[in-house]
């Protein structure tokens, strides 16, 4: 019998931050703050409990009025305090910092040290991605 793969919110923000670099997605102007990138992030936790080998050791609920998650909030404040985001003020968005050292290795190697493979944190990077874009156009 194959053990379940625990995952954790740290998890879930580094193959997210990872996942940009990766993709050449824009590395500023993210607003992971927004309502709109609580929902994104809330979609790629319904898709990640979708997966029969993960076991996911958090949860991300959004609030009914506000549609924001207090975890997800709390995630950004870990990956600013390990220098993988930084927030510009007064405008309130993000700048993405992840080295190619550091991509390589909670990414691309073998044994990398995210749970899950690499397809997996990609399939959730465009999920968020495509999701925050989305959401992000209606709200202006």
């Known amino acids: 019998m194959n053990e379940k793969e625990d995952i954790t919110l740290d998890d879930l923000g580094a193959?997210?931050?990872?996942g940009l670099v990766v993709r050449a997605a824009p590395l500023t102007g993210w607003l992971f703050r927004a309502p709109y990138a609580h929902m994104a992030v809330e979609k790629v936790y319904q898709h990640l409990l979708e997966q029969p080998e993960l076991n996911l050791r958090f949860a991300i609920y959004l609030?009914?009025?506000?549609?924001?998650?207090?975890d997800w909030d709390g995630q950004v404040d870990r990956l600013m305090l390990h220098a993988?985001?930084?927030?510009?003020?007064p405008e309130g968005?993000?700048?993405v910092h992840v080295s190619r050292l550091e991509l390589s290795v909670w990414l691309l190697q073998e044994n990398a040290r995210l749970p899950g493979d690499r397809?997996?944190?990609?399939?959730?990077?465009?999920?968020?991605?495509?999701?925050?874009s989305?959401?992000?156009?209606?709200?202006?």
């Open 15 to 18: 193959g997210l931050m990872c």
């Open 63 to 70: 609030d009914s009025i506000y549609r924001k998650s207090t």
């Open 84 to 89: 993988w985001l930084s927030q510009s003020i």
């Open 93 to 95: 968005t993000f700048t």
């Open 119 to 132: 397809r997996l944190w990609l399939e959730c990077t465009d999920m968020f991605i495509r999701t925050y």
């Open 134 to 140: 989305e959401l992000q156009a209606r709200a202006y």
